[in-house]
């Protein structure tokens, strides 16, 4: 079974609305990660957002939230006010505290902002 | 300050070649990560090492496929006699120490085998 699953591989979002990133995960292991990082054109990835399996808060930074259900074990990351330069390949990201070195990562999903 | 950087930026190669390459983590950094990105792919993991442990060598594909870090710092993806399969963009990250969440990863080093 996939550990990140990212159902979504292209995404379209008017500027300066909100989107909404879809990211659900597996796994048996009580306490994990889970990471959303960004990849422009360029390569580089950048990381957003972190969230902890034993946090109680939905994780934020600036313009990004990370719509945490763990029961339904899904991560979704939402981008409020999109930018142009949001436009790029989105990745979600899992660590297992088991596995604690390797980091799972989904198939991404390419986000177009348009102006 | 400096980033995380890697070199060769591009390498070609011709199938049945080794090809090394490199990465310099940030400054302080203990953990070190290998990732290989095939094209629309997410990223697989590789390789880890932390400070002086013994690495973590559990995602390399094969036995074709080695890495050192030598003096805690830089560290070296080794690829003996290659094979188009491994084309792909080769990522290297580093983090302050093993339960530092954040990676920062380098620009990347990308692989074409002929």
């Known amino acids: 079974a996939q550990k990140i699953t990212q159902t979504q591989p292209g995404m379209f979002v008017q500027e300066k609305e909100a989107v909404t990133l879809d990211c659900t995960y597996d796994?048996?292991?009580?306490?994990?990660?889970l990471f959303w990082y960004k990849q422009p054109s360029s390569g580089e990835m950048i990381f957003l957002i972190y969230?902890?399996?034993?946090?109680?808060q939905n994780a934020t930074e600036g313009r990004y939230s990370l719509n945490f259900q763990k029961a339904r074990k899904s991560a979704n990351l939402v981008i409020s006010a999109s930018q142009l330069g949001d436009s790029a390949m989105y990745f979600c990201?899992?660590?297992?505290?088991?596995?604690?070195?390797?980091?799972?990562f989904g198939t991404g999903t390419s986000l177009t902002v348009i102006p | 300050g400096a980033g995380v950087s890697q070199s060769p930026s591009n390498k070609v190669t011709e199938k049945g070649k080794d090809v090394e390459l490199r990465c310099d983590p940030i400054?302080?950094?203990?953990?070190l990560y290998w990732y290989r990105q095939s094209l629309g792919q997410g990223l697989e993991f590789l390789i880890y090492?932390?400070?002086?442990?013994?690495?973590?060598k559990s995602g390399l594909p094969s036995d074709r496929f080695s890495a050192e870090r030598t003096g805690g710092s830089v560290s070296t993806l080794t690829i003996q006699r290659t094979q188009q399969e491994d084309s792909a963009v080769y990522l290297c990250?580093?983090?302050?120490?093993?339960?530092?969440?954040?990676?920062?990863f380098g620009p990347g080093t990308r692989l074409t085998v002929l």
């Open positions: 990201a899992m660590r297992e505290a088991n596995t604690g070195n390797q980091f799972y």
């Open positions: 969230q902890g399996s034993y946090d109680q």
């Open positions: 090492f932390q400070g002086n442990s013994a690495p973590d």
């Open positions: 796994t048996s292991d009580p306490s994990y990660g």
């Open positions: 400054s302080g950094h203990t953990a």
């Open positions: 990250a580093s983090s302050q120490d093993h339960s530092y969440n954040e990676q920062f």
